[in-house]
């Protein structure tokens, strides 16, 4: 290994070195902050709550080594359980661990042939709607929790909320968010109240996780049952943490490998399904509270998914009396933070195109509960938008000549599927002069439907008695136009 890659190493691991305190602390936090959400996504998949935390345990420890994008924690939640969940109520656990396997083959598959590229087509509208739409996410996920409950429990959510944004002020030692764990634990304890605490949340695993194959049989009837699902929940795992890790970027002004991070999801899921758990991906709001609070290095996403196990197993008696107001507390501040204020603003500032994006991301995410959905139909109106904007920027412009009795067609701009059309529009094919020049030197022939616009406009000219000739075709719209139109005769000047 060379001089460059050890020092890259030691900078993703221990962030230059002093900084490995906060990478552990913030990583604890991130541990507390997984508890809750991991829980609830298990029961929306129809399943027990220790297999959701046996699995993101799992993926916590595999995905520090092998994932592309340090300080990023990933765990068993976000749409991928919505996706198990189907699969889990027609056929039962086993088949969706055996969907878990498949899913993270899919993903290795995903990384080697370096599928990550796609992520170039979200547009910056699009990856702030999906964090706003995140943070919504969050915050309501928050409010089952703050429903039916005394007094205590908000007090204790307004202390610990207190104790979350003050403790800052005074010492930034520590991260606030494990205080505030601390301390509302420890004044539950001595003065008994009537609050929910972490053990109503569901049933803690007692053991160690071990290793299982799934209980199916290998053939083909069980992988056509299987391998929708296992598709679907590799490209919603994928999405979410190659946004995630967008995000991550954003915030700490670094890059990452995020091929890496699809080959190294696709590891730890396998290794989930290998130990009885179920496929997971990147988690925004542990993942931001993670950097928030000083997690900056691979540090932080190994201690928070170790950290997940010494909390589930030797310490499952005193993390069962945490109350879940601390937590709710942790998780309203990390949407908070989380959510692109300054988006709100832009609204009035930016193109209005690109708020109604931001918009569109935010509502069919926040109405589906399914980010991939809400990403989809973001990316889907950036496209459209994108299209007529080329599409208004081509134009034809058109020069009678009577000494030669020529008429002479300039064209500028892109022409493609979506202009083709207008392309040719703008054609005479009925022209009462003799000769016709089609000029293309300012403009650009992009695929199969502008090559077939020209040939059709060419062809009827020449039906009709007149003599075309195409000029100023570049180099790479003359290729495409000798191989898919060859009958069209053009001349490169």
């Known amino acids: 290994m060379n001089n460059t890659a050890l020092s890259r190493d030691r900078t993703e691991w221990l962030n230059g070195g002093p900084n490995a305190r906060r990478d552990i602390l913030s990583g604890m936090v991130g541990t507390f902050a997984l508890i809750p959400e991991v829980i609830a996504f298990s029961f929306v998949a129809g399943i027990d709550p220790e297999v959701g935390l046996f699995a993101s345990f799992v993926i916590g420890i595999v995905i520090a080594f092998a994932g592309g994008r340090p300080a990023m924690i990933s765990g068993a939640a976000g749409s991928v359980a919505l996706v198990a969940a189907a699969l889990v109520h027609a056929h039962g656990l086993q088949y969706l661990l055996a969907a878990t396997l498949l899913a993270g083959l899919f993903q290795i598959v995903f990384g080697l042939l370096k599928l990550n590229v796609l992520m170039r087509f979200v547009s910056r509208s699009v990856r702030t709607g999906f964090v706003n739409a995140l943070a919504i996410l969050i915050f309501s996920a928050q409010v089952p929790q703050m429903l039916g409950v005394t007094w205590h429990s908000y007090a204790m959510i307004a202390g610990g909320?207190?104790?979350?944004?003050?403790?800052?002020?005074?010492?930034?030692?520590?991260?606030?968010?494990?205080?505030?764990?601390?301390?509302?634990?420890?004044?539950?304890?001595?003065?008994?109240?009537?609050?929910?605490?972490?053990?109503?949340?569901?049933?803690?695993?007692?053991?160690?996780?071990?290793?299982?194959?799934?209980?199916?049989?290998?053939?083909?009837?069980?992988?056509?049952?299987?391998?929708?699902?296992?598709?679907?929940?590799?490209?919603?795992?994928?999405?979410?943490?190659?946004?995630?890790?967008?995000?991550?970027?954003?915030?700490?002004?670094?890059?990452?490998?995020?091929?890496?991070?699809?080959?190294?999801?696709?590891?730890?899921?396998?290794?989930?399904?290998?130990?009885?758990g179920i496929a997971g991906?990147?988690?925004?709001?542990?993942?931001?509270?993670?950097?928030?609070?000083?997690?900056?290095?691979?540090?932080s996403t190994l201690v928070a998914g170790a950290f997940?196990?010494?909390?589930?197993?030797?310490?499952?008696?005193?993390?069962?009396?945490?109350?879940?107001?601390?937590?709710?507390?942790?998780?309203?501040?990390?949407?908070?933070?989380?959510?692109?204020?300054?988006?709100?603003?832009?609204?009035?500032?930016?193109?209005?195109?690109?708020?109604i994006v931001m918009v569109a991301t935010v509502v069919v995410t926040v109405a589906t509960h399914d980010l991939s959905a809400g990403v989809a139909v973001g990316v889907l109106l950036s496209g459209v938008f994108f299209a007529f904007k080329v599409t208004r920027l081509m134009n034809v412009s058109v020069n009678y000549d009577e000494a030669t009795d020529m008429r002479t067609y300039t064209v500028s701009g892109q022409i493609f599927f979506a202009s083709a059309d207008i392309f040719a529009d703008r054609f005479d094919l009925r022209d009462a002069a003799a000769k016709v020049r089609i000029d293309l030197t300012a403009s650009?022939?992009?695929?199969?439907?502008?090559?077939?616009?020209?040939?059709?406009?060419?062809?009827?000219?020449?039906?009709?008695?007149?003599?075309?000739?195409?000029?100023?075709?570049?180099?790479?719209?003359a290729i495409l136009v000798d191989r898919l139109a060859p009958a069209i005769g053009s001349a490169s000047s």
């Open 308 to 355: 997940l196990l010494l909390v589930m197993v030797p310490l499952r008696p005193w993390v069962a009396q945490v109350p879940v107001a601390a937590l709710v507390a942790i998780m309203i501040m990390v949407s908070a933070s989380t959510f692109s204020w300054t988006s709100i603003r832009d609204l009035a500032r930016h193109p209005k195109v690109s708020g």
């Open 161 to 276: 909320l207190a104790i979350i944004y003050l403790l800052p002020r005074i010492t930034t030692a520590i991260p606030s968010p494990l205080i505030c764990i601390l301390v509302l634990t420890a004044i539950s304890i001595a003065f008994p109240m009537p609050i929910h605490t972490v053990s109503d949340l569901g049933r803690l695993p007692s053991s160690l996780p071990s290793f299982t194959f799934p209980a199916v049989a290998f053939d083909w009837q069980t992988l056509c049952i299987v391998a929708p699902y296992a598709l679907a929940m590799a490209a919603v795992g994928l999405l979410e943490s190659l946004m995630t890790a967008s995000v991550v970027d954003d915030l700490t002004e670094t890059t990452s490998s995020k091929a890496r991070e699809c080959t190294g999801l696709g590891l730890a899921n396998v290794a989930a399904g290998l130990f009885g």
């Open 444 to 477: 650009h022939l992009w695929d199969v439907t502008a090559v077939g616009a020209l040939e059709d406009v060419v062809t009827k000219m020449r039906h009709h008695g007149m003599a075309v000739e195409v000029i100023g075709l570049n180099q790479a719209s």
């Open 281 to 299: 991906c990147g988690m925004i709001g542990q993942t931001v509270g993670n950097v928030r609070y000083g997690g900056r290095g691979r540090l």
